[in-house]
């Protein structure tokens, strides 16, 4: 089936620093990807979506310019968490899809964010 | 039996025993539906779909139904084993959106 891999799995900063996770799929063309958060327990909440070679739609809510989406390639998404405080500490995970409509998104592994 | 904890409902099973999850939809324009499994630490991986114009799927041990008129879906695991615990999310995808709506997910634990 598709692979998403997402980079790092895990990571922990102090608070102030920017954080970039990477998410790439490696045997299809993704043209929109996906950022969700996840806290302990319960459901994945939408963030933002990111279509190749155009700005992100964020989901209301969302700071944009708190979580900085480029979507640079057809294999390749990048989240920055910037200047990070430990409210942002979470389970951040992406998803892609190519061009065909209604087939199910794709998710990588997620990236554990621990901001102290 | 199935309660309700403080965030995840549990559904605790036999294994070898069916399972079947529920899940209440929100939307009646959504047209394509989808069951994912995650375990601890890991992305939801997909286990089996279906679109707004069936009412049942199967695939390998897995069965999805779909009721339009309640906007019910259930996913039925036969024969349960230890591998299926984790937490199912089943998730909507409304029409013309490739937005994905998760359900508050439920957890399944099967004891041996």
């Known amino acids: 089936g598709a692979v998403v891999s997402q980079h790092p799995s895990w990571v922990i900063c102090k608070s102030g620093t920017s954080v970039k996770i990477e998410c790439r799929s490696l045997?299809?063309?993704?043209?929109?990807m996906f950022w969700y958060r996840q806290f302990p327990k319960q459901s994945l909440m939408l963030m933002a979506t990111?279509?190749?070679?155009?700005?992100?739609?964020?989901e209301q809510g969302v700071e944009k310019d708190k979580f900085l989406i480029n979507h640079a390639s057809l294999t390749l998404s990048t989240l920055t968490v910037t200047s990070a405080h430990p409210e942002d500490s979470s389970f951040y995970i992406c998803?892609?899809?190519?061009?065909?409509?209604?087939?199910?998104?794709?998710f990588g592994d997620g990236t554990r964010l621990s901001i102290l | 039996g199935e309660s309700v904890g403080l965030h995840l409902p549990t559904l605790s099973v036999q294994e070898g025993d069916n399972s079947i999850i529920n899940c209440a939809y929100s939307n009646s324009a959504s047209d394509y539906f989808i069951w994912y499994k995650q375990e601890s630490g890991k992305g939801p991986q997909f286990i089996i779909d279906i679109r707004s114009n069936m009412d049942k799927r199967q695939g390998q041990r897995v069965t999805v139904l779909l009721n339009k008129t309640v906007k019910h879906l259930s996913l039925q695991i036969a024969a349960t084993q230890p591998g299926d615990s984790a937490v199912y999310f089943c998730a909507e995808n409304m029409v013309d959106t490739d937005k994905l709506i998760f359900g508050t997910g439920t957890r399944l634990q099967v004891f041996p």
């Open positions: 045997d299809f063309q993704a043209t929109t």
């Open positions: 990111s279509n190749e070679g155009s700005k992100a739609t964020y």
């Open positions: 998803s892609a899809s190519g061009r065909i409509s209604n087939q199910p998104q794709h």
